[in-house]
């Protein structure tokens, strides 16, 4: 096994910082998916409960009943704009997630085209070897064919 580089230590080191982030996004959207489907149930209870208030009213009702109604419906008011609320922290926090990936993204890709750079490098610096290798080979079969030369 080849002795690992430093660059392949922070490339490596990269890489699971960029895939942590990741998972840290993948959590921030489920969070924030789970807070828009509770939502979606409070409002969908909410207009229901004021169809049936509606309702209600058209048949007639005491003002007891009618404050029940009042409360209640007031109650889901506050836990829908409460839920917004975290709706909207929960968007904040998947956009940091975002930008935190993308950042994690790019330094990953940075050391990614360092890396790809000191292979290339290597490789023409090989490439030049074997090119010298090959022409001194090929100098000293010339030499020895040339006539009057001593072999």
């Not at 690992?4 to 990741?22: F, K, M, N, V």
């Not at 004021?50 to 506050?78: E, K």
């Amino acid at each position: 096994m080849t002795p690992s580089s430093p660059l392949d230590t922070l490339i490596e080191q990269a890489r699971q910082a960029r895939d942590q982030a990741g998972h840290s996004l993948a959590d921030a959207r489920r969070g924030q998916q789970n807070t828009v489907a509770q939502l979606s149930t409070l409002e969908n209870y909410r207009n229901e409960y004021a169809g049936r208030l509606q309702d209600a009213l058209a048949r007639g009702m005491d003002t007891l009943t009618l404050n029940t109604y009042r409360r209640f419906l007031a109650s889901l008011d506050q836990a829908i704009e409460q839920a917004r609320r975290v709706l909207n922290e929960q968007q904040r926090a998947v956009d940091a997630g975002q930008d935190h990936w993308r950042q994690r993204q790019q330094r990953l890709s940075s050391f990614d085209t360092l890396a790809t750079r000191r292979q290339q490098q290597q490789q023409y610096r090989e490439h030049r070897q074997e090119r010298r290798q090959t022409d001194d080979i090929a100098g000293n079969l010339h030499q020895r064919r040339r006539p009057g030369t001593a072999t």
